[in-house]
């Protein structure tokens, strides 16, 4: 171990050198403690003062000084944490030509900015024109940007789309110039990394699997949430957003003094300051003013998971903070009063850009959930939010109650007498955040301990209801889930179980009807009027016909064109029989185990495949989803998520499996792992039943490294027929890889004009998608063919139907997405 962290160490010699010399500089200099001393500030820290006395060099020396003791720790560990594993992976000369670049560049850019915010009369702009900066943190996110350009898509977009959104945040709230400078540099890094590995721009889209672009937007929402509450909590932040940071003024009079200037009729004006001062004061108003941000930040949490709620929510959210921003400006000008800005603070200098750029921050997330809205289709099952909106009424209708009964017994607790009426009246506004009632007279004031906490907190607890209930529907089962008919169906896949791809029908998505006599069940999706199913109709082989007879009427009096989709041979025929038209739509393989041996020429490529994997270290492990260790979940997550993301074209779904489907409890998982406990790649297989007993597996899930061990589908698919054959098992199916046929196929139905179109429909897919290209991989392993097919009542309705299967397998498609993918038919 000492050993591997010496080499890996000796590989980044830039990096170490940087951090030796910030540590050298600082001892000597006395910097460590304090800081560099003013007279050494003025020669080596950045800033317009040192700027326009022509110390360019201030570009680069003020990224080997730091603020202090924690601002040297906190360098050495992002130099140790980031910066020596970027020049490792990108070497010592490229990792030094982005450190120079960027930091000076990007330095440059910094006060390039602060001399525009400064021509502006604006207090930011005065703040920046003075500040000086010394801080190593530059150029390190500096080179890890640049850097980014030669990595693979999926950390590329995670680590440009988290670390921008992270230093944009803090560059508009805190707003210092460190805070730009580091924003500064690391936009000057990324522009600057395609220029060193010889790549186009590679902007951070929101690409790759619908969970990752689901977090992609969730992320964003939640900076934006928490942004104000990290100015908040900031008394010192300068950016234009920190204005939330004035709720912390402190009140100029106590509740009883106010009483007396306020009986004042002079003293109108100060008894209005200090009653909004009052109001906004205190553990209680603040909680309040903050949790309309808490609810969207539950609502962030929604948008990862997919929730249509949640995406209504955050949107209805920024609306409404739209419109009150809106309504604030247009008083505040109108009235030219220091009345408080209804999103952040008082304004007692308002400008435009103080004015407007919350505005335009509002606008930019509203934008993105706007563009992003097909992402967020998960709804609950019905009634899961009239119980929410139902709790959250018997919360305020208590706590109103609450408010009258209890302000009546502590009337002597107010400023003034409050009569039950009057108590009614303040009632509702009690449910509202205070600086939301700036604009309003209050009818009474709280003076003792009691009366404040009742004044102050009976709101609260209405909105940490509302959030609770909000994030508990989030977990909550999505419509269409059916866990009973689930239950049944898996009941039936048991025994007497069903076909080698039937495990489907249990997936996601899908809804089931059960024959009359409960023996047979029909896993269904349906998209534009089409009941799409997955697999033949399951139970019994002794009355199939008829069940597939009782569900077809089923359809069409529901009003549903029923087509059945991804059956056998036996569907397709007895569908014929019935005058129904038939389309081969893919090509099963399947391996028989009974005399399986990997001998002769036409193995030699699992043979190597085994010897190789022998000869690294490589070994082929069972596990589930469940069980494996979290080290391993996670592998097989970011693997995953690479492969789609390097694609850069929509996840395909429906009867192709993705990361959701690995976690039921009853598919098992062989991932192939290294010596070092690194997955190489991870494949699952579904269980094949017959009469309660298993019989097969059938593969579902392949995943591999780009850059790892680069036969291990081979060896998995290898490993894994080799252990099924020892536990008895009749077969292995590789699934079916669809639009794709073979040769050896037998023409047990006939071919139509049809199915030439979906040949050539497959062969236009082919350089995208690559399914005939993976019917030609699994026959390296000498399997059987069984032709998949799609059954339909009426040709007629194929157009239909066409649009219904495509929605089943790209049901988040959208329309940029379409264009990437009518683009890369055209190049082909």
């Keep these: 171990m000492t050993t591997r962290v010496a080499g890996g160490l000796s590989r980044a010699p830039v990096s170490l050198g940087l951090l030796a010399v910030i540590w050298v500089l600082a001892v000597i200099s006395g910097a460590w403690a304090k800081g560099p001393s003013h007279e050494l500030a003025a020669h080596v820290s950045l800033g317009l003062p040192t700027l326009d006395k022509g110390y360019v060099w201030t570009l ?41 670049a960027a930091q000076g560049a990007g330095a440059a850019l910094a006060l390039a900015a602060a001399r525009l915010a400064s021509a502006v009369p604006n207090s930011w702009g005065l703040e920046l024109h003075g500040h000086l900066t010394a801080d190593p943190l530059p150029w390190v996110f500096g080179a890890l940007l640049a850097a980014s350009a030669a990595m693979h898509t999926l950390w590329r977009r995670r680590i440009r789309a988290l670390l921008l959104v992270i230093l944009v945040t803090t560059a508009l709230f805190a707003g210092h110039l460190p805070d730009v400078t580091r924003l500064c540099v690391a936009l000057a890094g990324l522009l600057i990394g395609p220029l060193l590995f010889g790549r186009s721009a590679r902007s951070p889209v929101l690409g790759g699997t619908i969970r990752e672009r689901r977090t992609l937007v969730a992320v964003v929402v939640a900076a934006s949430v928490l942004g104000p509450l990290f100015a908040a909590f900031s008394p010192h932040a300068i950016g234009p957003l920190s204005s939330l940071r004035e709720l912390f003024d402190q009140v100029p009079y106590s509740a009883r003094e106010l009483v007396d200037i306020c009986a004042d009729p002079a003293l109108n004006d100060e008894c209005r300051t200090g009653q909004q001062a009052l109001r906004l004061s205190g553990i209680g108003p603040l909680t309040m003013n903050i ?6 930040l539950v609502g962030a949490e929604g948008l990862r998971r997919g929730r249509r709620a949640a995406w209504l929510l955050s949107v209805g959210g920024h609306i409404v903070l739209l419109g ?19 999103l952040y603070g008082i304004h007692r200098h308002s400008t435009v850009y103080r004015d407007f750029a919350p505005l335009l921050a509002l606008i930019a997330v509203l934008v993105l959930l706007l563009a992003t809205r097909r992402l967020f289709d998960v709804r609950a099952a019905r009634g899961t939010y009239r119980r929410v909106w139902l709790g959250t009424l018997a919360a305020a ?29 303040d009632a509702p506004l009690r449910l509202l955040p205070p600086v939301y009632l700036q604009l309003f007279e209050p009818p009474v004031l709280p003076l003792t301990p009691a009366a404040t906490l009742l004044f102050e907190w009976i709101g609260v607890l209405v909105w940490v209801t509302l959030c609770l209930l909000m994030l508990r529907s989030f977990f909550t089962p999505t419509a269409g889930y059916d866990l009973g008919g689930e239950r049944r169906v898996r009941e039936l896949l048991h025994n007497p179980g069903g076909g080698s791809l039937s495990w489907m029908s249990t997936w996601a998505g899908n809804r089931y009807w059960f024959s009359a006599d409960g023996r047979h069940a029909v896993a269904y999706r349906v998209y534009s009027g089409v009941a799409l199913t997955t697999t033949d109709p399951i139970g019994e082989r002794r009355g199939l016909a ?13 009003g549903w064109t029923p087509c059945f989709y991804s059956v056998g041979p036996d569907t397709a025929a007895l569908a014929r029989e019935h005058g129904w038209s038939c389309l081969q739509v893919a090509e099963e393989t399947i391996v028989d185990l009974a005399d399986l041996a990997f001998k002769g020429k036409k193995f030699q490529d699992v043979r190597t495949a085994l010897n190789r994997a022998g000869k690294e270290g490589i070994e082929a492990r069972w596990t589930t989803f469940a069980e494996a260790p979290l080290a391993v979940t996670e592998q097989i997550v970011e693997i995953s998520e690479e492969w789609v993301a390097d694609k850069g074209l929509p996840e395909m779904g429906f009867t192709l499996g993705g990361l959701a489907e690995l976690q039921d409890p009853e598919v098992r998982l062989l ?13 699952s297989w579904m269980p094949v039943y017959r009469d309660g007993a298993l019989v097969g597996l059938t593969l579902d899930f392949m995943r591999r490294r780009a850059d790892g061990f680069r036969v291990a589908m081979e060896f998995l698919i290898a490993s894994a027929a080799l252990s099924a054959q020892e536990q008895g098992l009749e077969f292995l199916s590789l699934s079916g890889a669809p639009l794709a046929g073979s040769d050896t196929t037998e023409p047990d139905l006939d071919r139509s004009a049809l199915d030439g179109l979906l040949d050539l429909l497959g062969r236009t897919l082919e350089p995208v998608y690559g399914f005939r290209s993976l019917l030609a991989f699994k026959a390296k392993f000498q399997p059987r063919h069984r032709p998949v097919y799609m059954v339909f009542p009426d040709a007629a309705a194929l157009p239909t139907i066409g649009i219904a299967v495509g929605r089943a397998y790209l049901p988040h498609l959208s329309l940029e997405e379409s264009g990437q993918l009518l683009a890369h038919l055209l190049r082909r």
Excluded: K, N
Aim: with cysteine; hydrophobic share 55%.
């Design 671 to 683: 991932v192939a792992v290294d010596r070092d406990d690194h997955v190489q790649a991870v494949t």
């Design 291 to 296: 949790l309309p941000s808490m609810l969207l």
């Design 546 to 558: 008829e069940a597939a007879d009782e569900f077809a009427a089923w359809c069409l009096g529901t």
């Design 397 to 425: 209708g208590t706590a109103l109650a609450l408010y009258v009964v209890f302000g009546t017994l502590l009337a002597g607790g107010f400023d003034r007498d409050p009569g039950v009426g009057t108590l009614l009246r």
């Design 324 to 342: 009150l921003a809106c309504v604030s400006v247009i008083v505040r000008t109108i009235e030219q009063d220091e009345a408080r800005w209804v």
């Design 60 to 100: 680069w020396t003020s990224g080997v000084f730091a603020s202090g003791v924690g601002g040297y720790l906190l360098a050495t560990v992002f130099v140790l944490a980031v910066a020596v594993p970027v020049e490792q992976r990108i070497g010592s000369r490229r990792f030094a030509i982005a450190v120079l």
